[in-house]
């Protein structure tokens, strides 16, 4: 550029909106692994739970185990089923958010410091 501090020069300007450009792509990494631990939970929840009553409760299932895990969820209450969700999920929130930045994070590491040869 002229010079003129609009970015074009490779400058500080230039440089800000590189690192904004970064912090920016990370947020969204982050976010995106927070928001696919709500989903997995919120989808797997319920499942879980009546895993956990099952291997619980002192009983001998002599049905097959669907059907055993259906018998239950419908004997089961919702408020049981749900109990425990927002501690799972609000611990979810950052450790998937975290896990998808260091994964992606590595990933572009690694393609950075690949030689050439070897892509």
């Known amino acids: 550029g002229d010079g003129g501090g609009d970015g074009s020069d490779g400058g500080p300007v230039a440089e800000a909106r590189g690192i904004r450009h970064e912090v920016g792509e990370a947020a969204a990494v982050c976010l995106s692994g927070a928001g696919a631990g709500v989903i997995a939970w919120t989808v797997c929840y319920p499942i879980d739970s009546v895993k956990t009553i099952i291997q619980t409760e002192a009983h001998v299932a002599i049905n097959s185990p669907a059907t055993e895990w259906f018998r239950l969820l419908m004997a089961t209450s919702r408020d049981r089923l749900w109990r425990g969700y927002s501690a799972c999920v609000a611990r979810s929130i950052p450790l998937n958010g975290v896990t998808f930045f260091v994964y992606e994070y590595s990933l572009k590491m690694m393609r ?8």
């Open 112 to 119: 950075d410091n690949t030689p050439a040869a070897l892509s």
